[in-house]
């Protein structure tokens, strides 16, 4: 990596990406670049892509597995203050992509200001959340966003409009596009009725989901017109492991890492899930997460 230098901001090397992320599981990552700024983001991403060297971009780790052989290339982390900052100027407000959702959240509520009050209790950043458009039962993310600023793989910095980003369910067609901030549109209401409902939400979600376990949340995508969770559990899968890997009892959609759990262990009761969903229903589960692969090698399943 000697193309990289000190300009482009704190570069570690051999990083353990099991301590960045929720599950706790998976590989090293070679190098791991934190930016200064959207214009040295830009910078490093076009020598990246001129070096065909891929480029990962690390939010909060909530959504994602980690191989076991961790990933070669270069991992970005928006931390830098210039990704994690959050603006509200009336019902308006701006937040970097590098800002932690809840706590965008929690300060939206705060402020009486309505709209990502369903978003209660999801983890990750800010440009996770707008990639993979989070959300669920209560709302999604994207209902709010007006535009968000991205860094394309040439390097070339643009504002892209909602429509643009395209959003769909657990979805959008950013692609190779990496969110730098967002503007999102909410609405003035009565603080008081607002933090109660943000707290119902919260509870809700508490109650039916294992949040304390280490997770990456739901690990499938609900097919059109099915809930995972609900097949999962009907097909008596819960509490079924491989190795350390656990099917959870509270959430069948949940796949828990308990000690000494690898990722290795998770992809092989994915694929046990699949197999038994498929064979007792006909239908295809299709993963909602986000799984790190080496580039060079393949992962042992
Ligand atoms: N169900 C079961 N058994 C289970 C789990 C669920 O029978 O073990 C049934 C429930 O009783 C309910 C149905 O399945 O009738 C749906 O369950 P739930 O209300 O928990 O919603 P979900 O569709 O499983 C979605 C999102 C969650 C989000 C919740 C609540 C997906 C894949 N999941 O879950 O998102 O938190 O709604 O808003 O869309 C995530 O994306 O990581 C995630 C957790």
């Known amino acids: ?171 959008s067609r950013l692609g190779g596009a990496i969110v730098v901030s967002a503007r999102f549109q909410l609405t003035a209401e009565d603080p008081d009725t607002l933090r109660a409902r943000f707290q119902e939400y919260w509870r809700a979600k508490k109650e039916s989901q294992p949040l304390a376990a280490h997770s990456a949340g739901c690990i499938f995508r609900n097919p059109p017109g099915q809930m995972a969770g609900r097949l999962i559990d009907r097909a008596g899968l819960k509490g079924r492991s491989v190795g350390r890997a656990r099917v959870s009892e509270r959430h069948a959609n949940f796949i828990v890492a308990e000690e000494g759990a690898t990722a290795t262990d998770v992809l092989r009761l994915v694929e046990e899930i699949r197999c038994a969903v498929r064979e007792k229903f006909g239908i295809q589960l299709e993963t909602e997460i986000e799984i790190w692969e080496p580039d060079r090698q393949t992962c042992p399943v």
């Open 1 to 171: 990596m000697d193309w990289l230098n000190a300009s482009d901001g704190r570069i570690e090397t051999n990083v353990p990406l099991a301590d960045l992320t929720w599950f706790g599981l998976g590989g090293a990552a070679a190098c791991v670049v934190h930016p200064r700024d959207e214009a040295h983001l830009s910078d490093l991403v076009r020598r990246a892509s001129a070096r065909n060297i891929p480029l990962r971009v690390l939010g909060g780790g909530a959504n994602l597995l980690v191989c076991d052989a961790g990933v070669d290339g270069i991992v970005v982390r928006l931390t830098e203050p210039s990704f994690t900052a959050v603006e509200f100027d009336g019902t308006a407000a701006t937040a970097g992509a590098g800002a932690e959702l809840m706590r965008f959240v929690k300060d939206s509520v705060g402020r009486g200001l309505a709209g990502l009050e369903g978003l209660a209790g999801i983890p990750g950043t800010v440009g996770g959340a707008i990639r993979m458009n989070a959300g669920g039962r209560y709302g999604e993310i994207q209902s709010h966003v007006i535009e968000a600023r991205v860094v394309l793989p040439s390097g070339q910095i643009e504002t892209w409009s909602r429509e643009r980003i395209g959003f769909g369910y657990r979805h």
